[in-house]
């Protein structure tokens, strides 16, 4: 079956700009995850959604970025008015969502964001 | 609070040579600690996790509880193996899922 699948796989946009980005996670997994990747900060958390649960989004670093999860499935991450720094390559992953070892988090390609 | 540190941004061994990428966490319960791996143009992946105390791809890691470590060992290195590789901890409670990476260590192997 498909792996977890991210568009768009790169963003150029301008400062001050909103961009969306989504996350298909593999059929039948009710977590989702979305990490960051950035030079100099490794991989950050950002936000986590388990089934109906509220989403934790301990991980957001301002109230600039968002996320939504439809029909318990789909995923968007949502960056308003988009700075320098939000540059970077944004990793979604999704597992069964079960406690213990066997919840492996797959992860999907990555979209790279570049604001100028 | 949760933190992981792997105290080398770059390693670089000669092929056939042992490899030791280092890993310590800070963690005040019981986590589970996992390697990831991100080979060139490829998704960052699962390599191994520490419950499983299984060898793959010819490496492992104990998690030792005494140094707060879980470092990674292959004691013949391959080309193959240059890659991106993460250490990560996850809380072991229910309901904490999420993971905390490590800044990564680029492993090249030289031939």
């Known amino acids: 079956g498909a792996g977890v699948s991210q568009s768009p796989s790169n963003k150029v946009t301008e400062k001050g700009k909103d961009v969306e980005l989504r996350c298909d996670p593999i059929s039948g997994h009710t977590a989702l995850y979305w990490y960051r990747q950035s030079l100099g900060q490794g991989l950050e958390f950002l936000i986590y959604f388990q089934g109906n649960s509220a989403p934790d989004k301990s991980g957001l670093p301002s109230d600039r970025f968002s996320a939504e999860r439809t029909g318990g499935s789909v995923s968007t991450l949502t960056i308003q008015r988009t700075q320098q720094e939000d540059s970077a390559v944004y990793l979604c992953?999704?597992?069964?969502?079960?406690?213990?070892?066997?919840?492996?988090?797959?992860f999907g390609p990555g979209t790279r964001l570049t604001v100028l | 609070a949760q933190r992981v540190t792997q105290p080398e941004k770059l390693l670089s061994v000669f092929k056939g040579a042992p490899v030791e990428l280092k890993c310590n966490y800070s963690y005040s319960g019981s986590p589970e600690l996992f390697w990831y791996v991100q080979y060139s143009r490829q998704r960052l992946q699962l390599l191994l996790r520490h419950i499983s105390r299984e060898s793959i791809k010819g490496f492992t890691a104990d998690l030792n509880k005494g140094e707060t470590s879980f470092h990674l060992k292959k004691p013949f290195a391959q080309e193959e193996d240059s890659a991106m590789y993460y250490c990560a901890l996850r809380g072991g409670i229910q309901g904490a899922q999420k993971l905390v990476f490590g800044q990564g260590t680029r492993l090249t192997i030289n031939p």
């Open positions: 992953a999704s597992s069964l969502g079960i406690a213990g070892g066997l919840n492996e988090q797959f």
